[in-house]
């Protein structure tokens, strides 16, 4: 019982665990819900305002929001019941709005959901452990800003809307250790991600004469990415996995 | 505008580190101000480049325009 409550606190350390009413197992269900079906609803929101909507493979669009909303509801309820803290839930539930738009059309929320996210992210921080969680909530967000803004006036591999995304990740992360283990998570699904495109690519083009399709001409949804790293680190540290 | 963004975000990096490294509340307190500040402020920047470049964008495309519709009308 008590390693078990350690793993908890150090899979939610930015914004600490709930000891109130959120340790109800009920409670948590309830919470997941609104959460899923309110990421699902501001999706949609934003989604309209996507310039770049087409309706020539209606069928194909209708099966990806589909299992977009799917998914967005069952992992903010699998979050919730996991990791009892009422900060990260609300903070991850913000980050699936932005990981669902960027999975489904390649467009991010605008500029006031993603800057108000991440304050939202350091009051919270501020709320669940003081001054000491709000630090870790705006040092680990600095950081994930300014890495992500060299990097795209170093290399110009990225867009700047990964600027935003990349300061969102970092303040839903929390603290460095969280982190840490997300980028972890993040390199180890996107190793796996490449692995699998390669070997179909390689699959696909081996008995033909066309030369075969280049990695780097893949679009890469970095918000769905980021996303998929920060629900895996608190899945894998329940079960026991360290990074 | 966007060197002095990237000035501000290498300094926010350098602010980061040290505010991580928070001895006391006092001193960490003051990183913080000043991470949040220097962000804020390369944020601006930033965004304000990055309107620039669209409003650069948008004048070369209609110099672009004009130039085809002048090669139209040689043609003609």
Known sequence: ?243 | VIQAGLVLTLFTLVAAGIAAMGVDESSTGLWCVLLGVSQSLAIFLLLRGDTASHEECDAVSTRIQEGIARQEQIKR
């Open chain 1, 1 to 243: 019982m008590a390693d078990k409550d350690k793993e908890v606190v150090h899979m939610t350390e930015g914004f600490g665990v709930d000891a109130s009413v959120f340790t109800e197992v009920w409670f948590k269900l309830i919470w997941g819900i609104v959460m899923g079906v309110m990421s699902n609803v501001l999706a949609d929101v934003y989604l309209r305002q996507a310039p770049h909507i087409t309706t020539s493979n209606l069928s194909h669009a209708n099966n990806t929001r589909r299992l977009r909303q799917t998914t967005c509801l069952l992992t903010n309820v699998g979050v919730s019941l996991l990791t009892g803290s009422f900060g990260f839930c609300v903070v991850f539930a913000a980050f699936s709005v932005t990981a669902a738009t960027d999975f489904e059309q390649r467009w991010l929320p605008p500029n006031s959901f993603m800057f108000a996210s991440v304050i939202a992210s350091i009051g919270l921080g501020y709320l669940a452990s003081g001054f000491w969680g709000m630090r870790d909530v705006l040092v680990t967000q600095a950081i994930c800003f300014a890495l992500a803004t060299l990097s795209v006036a170093l290399f110009g591999h990225m867009d700047s809307g990964d600027i935003k995304v990349a300061m969102q990740f970092g303040a839903a992360c929390g603290s460095l250790i969280n982190l840490y283990m997300g980028l972890l998570s993040m390199l180890g699904i996107g190793v796996l991600v490449l692995g699998i495109a390669f070997f179909t690519m390689r699959l696909r083009t081996h008995h033909s004469d066309q030369p075969r399709a280049s990695l780097a001409s893949l679009h890469v949804p970095v918000a769905t990415w980021a996303w998929l790293g920060l629900l895996t680190f608190p899945a894998l540290t329940v079960l026991g996995v360290r990074l």
